[in-house]
């Protein structure tokens, strides 16, 4: 089936440590994917995407991600995180060529320490 | 700025009572989708719609109906509500590209006592 992992249901960082969410995927083909974050009584903000080309994409807020496709991983970095990114941290994937219905992982809550 | 809007934000609600989740968007897109989102697992699909007079049911089985009748509005309803069906409840909508990302409502917390 196809579908994305997030195996960290919490991560905790202090302020200024990088950061590191790990997300992993499961398609035929190189799917569409996506980070997406969520503050409390919010919905989900886009915080960048891959599709093809360059593996190491840049998004909103000092974020990146880089495609690895020999591990089927798709993870979330900064390098210097800061107290306002203690959030809940979505990865979501869609089939290329398919019906494009996104599938999304359960998400990592990333706590910050002052 | 929020283009995607959900009404209301919060809603209590007693056992059997009928329910409408009302969504809307400004941005003229042709797709939306409904997720149900409880706390620690995946954002399950409940309902999606390609365009006007387009409704399609998710992955997750769900007792309620969605209706597209105009681009910008796409409402959920709940002929009968019960303690299962609360959660919360995000609406989202994407241009027609295949590759176009989910533009999010700020989503309604359903309790239903």
């Known amino acids: 089936a196809q579908s994305v992992t997030q195996p960290d249901i919490h991560i905790t960082v202090s302020e200024g440590a990088s950061l590191e969410l790990r997300c992993n995927y499961s398609?035929?083909?190189?799917?569409?994917l996506f980070w997406y974050v969520q503050s409390p009584g919010q919905g989900l903000q886009l915080l960048l995407k891959y599709f093809s080309g360059d593996t190491l994409v840049q998004g909103i807020k000092g974020f990146e991600a880089e495609f690895k496709r020999s591990q089927s991983s798709f993870n979330l970095r900064k390098p210097s995180v800061h107290w306002s990114d203690a959030a809940e941290y979505f990865c979501?994937?869609?089939?290329?060529?398919?019906?494009?219905?996104?599938?999304f992982g359960r998400g990592t809550s990333l706590i910050v320490h002052p | 700025e929020a283009d995607i809007y959900q009404t209301p934000r919060y809603l209590v609600i007693g056992t059997g009572k009928k329910i409408t989740l009302e969504c809307s968007q400004t941005m003229g897109h042709d797709k939306m989708y409904w997720y149900q989102q409880d706390p620690g697992m995946e954002l399950h699909l409940i309902h999606y719609?390609?365009?006007?007079?387009?409704?399609e049911k998710g992955d997750l089985s769900s007792e309620s109906t969605v209706s597209r009748i105009r681009t910008e509005h796409f409402p959920l309803t709940l002929e009968s509500a019960r303690p299962s069906h609360t959660s919360q409840y995000l609406c989202a909508s994407s241009p027609g590209q295949d590759n176009s990302p989910l533009h999010f409502g700020n989503g309604t917390r359903l309790t239903v006592t």
């Open positions: 398609y035929g083909a190189t799917p569409y």
């Open positions: 979501a994937g869609a089939s290329s060529g398919g019906s494009y219905i996104p599938t």
């Open positions: 719609s390609y365009g006007v007079n387009s409704t």
